[in-house]
């Protein structure tokens, strides 16, 4: 079984500042990674995904995210961000290779509020 | 492109109703997937269509069912409705890889 933990419930930043998002998982297996955004009132949204290859990997609108498979982590980071980027964030992951991609286990979600 | 749309958004239902919830896939993609929401949680998944079979299924009990038409668009069907079945339910269509938008999903509440 998969499992996924984001450390932060809400994390309140101001504008131009930088910001990270944690992302713990658990698996016994390979997996794949994944950040998606859910702004207010819409459907979530893909910003980034690890399959393979590099553990930095950049998304939309400036997010980076680093796999680091010896801690378990995916921290999603921004260097600066800006109002538009409040929104809630989710992390999830997936069993590598086969027919997993659909079949996502979702952490509980960070709501990203970014003031003036 | 519309992106995936979901029908209705919004549903009232009493314990004991069957409800159905629609979804259209974003265009070009062939692949649907089910999640339930709870209120202050991430999503959970229910199941996959692929090619009108359900490919993957979640740990959710055969209240839960699916259906895949040949035009790539779904349905979930849930029967004899609990009250603990309250909440916004999510499609997500993808091609050959992680879905990359889901809709605005269909907010149900079971009284």
């Known amino acids: 079984a998969q499992s996924v933990t984001q450390l932060d419930s809400q994390v309140p930043v101001f504008e131009e500042a930088p910001v990270e998002l944690r992302c713990n998982y658990s698996?016994?297996?390979?997996?794949?990674l994944f950040w998606y955004v859910q702004y207010p009132n819409q459907g979530l949204q893909l910003l980034l995904k690890?399959?393979?290859?590099?553990?930095l990997v950049k998304g939309i609108n400036g997010f980076e995210a680093e796999f680091n498979k010896s801690q378990t982590s995916f921290h999603l980071r921004k260097p600066s961000v800006h109002i538009s980027d409040t929104a809630e964030y989710f992390c999830?992951?997936?069993?590598?290779?086969?027919?997993?991609?659909?079949?996502?286990?979702f952490g509980q979600g960070t709501i990203l509020t970014v003031h003036p | 492109d519309a992106g995936v749309t979901q029908s209705p958004t919004h549903l009232i239902k009493t314990r004991g109703q069957q409800v159905t919830l629609r979804c259209s896939p974003k265009?070009?993609?062939?692949?649907v997937s089910w999640y339930q929401q709870a209120l202050g949680q991430g999503p959970q998944f229910i199941f996959q269509?692929?090619?009108?079979?359900?490919?993957q299924r979640g740990n959710f009990p055969d209240r839960f069912s699916g259906h895949q038409f040949p035009n790539y668009s779904s349905e979930l069907n849930v029967n004899a409705l609990l009250l603990g079945d309250s909440a916004l339910y999510l499609c997500?269509?993808?091609?050959?890889?992680?879905?990359?938008?889901f809709g605005q999903g269909t907010r149900l509440t079971v009284v």
């Open positions: 997500a269509s993808s091609w050959g890889g992680p879905p990359a938008f």
């Open positions: 698996s016994s297996v390979s997996v794949y």
């Open positions: 690890y399959l393979s290859g590099s553990t």
């Open positions: 999830a992951v997936s069993d590598a290779g086969g027919t997993s991609y659909g079949k996502l286990t």
């Open positions: 265009s070009g993609h062939d692949t």
């Open positions: 269509y692929y090619e009108e079979e359900e490919r």
